[in-house]
């Protein structure tokens, strides 16, 4: 049974709602063009592979089961593909809520910079507040 569909589809139903937050520009452009360069056969959509790479590509760690949800959740006619508008919507709920903790540890890759990871969490927080 697929309950959880149903009840998707009638709460879907209802108009679409935006109030939440908006991308910048830069970061549009940014999903755009992961679109663009890992559709590699250029048919304007991205199977289960070019998915995978794209989403990477924007900075996110998915698993293959994430991927495999999300093409489950938005491959409505089971072509196997996910479109521009599709794979915009599923990012921009993604980079919305990006952990900001992630962007710690980007930081911290960049204050490590002889690669040793002996360089920790609290040591990046001092130098940042210290570059504050
Ligand atoms: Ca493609």
Wanted: aromatic share 8%.
């Amino acid at each position: 049974m697929s309950a959880g569909a149903v009840v998707g589809r009638v709460e879907g139903g209802g108009g679409r709602r935006r109030k939440r937050r908006e991308l910048t520009e830069e970061q549009k452009q940014e999903i755009g063009e992961a679109f663009a360069l890992f559709d590699s056969d250029k048919d304007q959509a991205l199977d289960y592979h070019e998915l995978k790479v794209a989403i990477r590509a924007l900075g996110f760690d998915v698993k293959k089961a994430d991927v495999q949800k999300i093409m489950n959740d938005f491959d409505k006619d089971d072509s196997g593909k996910i479109s521009l508008a599709d794979f915009t919507e599923i990012m921009t709920d993604w980079v919305l809520k990006r952990d900001p903790r992630e962007e710690i540890l980007k930081a911290f890759q960049l204050f490590d910079e002889d690669k040793t990871g002996i360089y920790n969490i609290h040591s990046v927080r001092s130098d940042i507040c210290l570059n504050l």
